[in-house]
């Protein structure tokens, strides 16, 4: 493997990473700033129950989100 597909393979696993931790951030105490107004006004009685839960959540809720909370789903493929 040369250096330049090593440098590409390191880059692409990176991506799943980067979007596990920013949703992870995005719900363990400190929402993501698009979705706060939107967790805490549909989902605030699930918050103590992890990020999958909030997520489907925020997913059952999606034609009344915010346009904000719901570009970060679609941003997160979600």
Known sequence: ???RAFKMTRFLLAIPFLLLVS????QGGRPDP????DVSRFCRPLMDQGDQIVLQCLKQ???RLSKTCAKVLTDHGQ
């Not at 949703?23 to 995005?26: N, R």
């Not at 698009?34 to 107004?37: I, N």
């Open 23 to 26: 949703a992870a951030s995005a």
């Open 61 to 63: 809720h999606r034609e």
């Open 34 to 37: 698009g979705c706060a107004r």
């Open 1 to 3: 493997m040369g250096m």
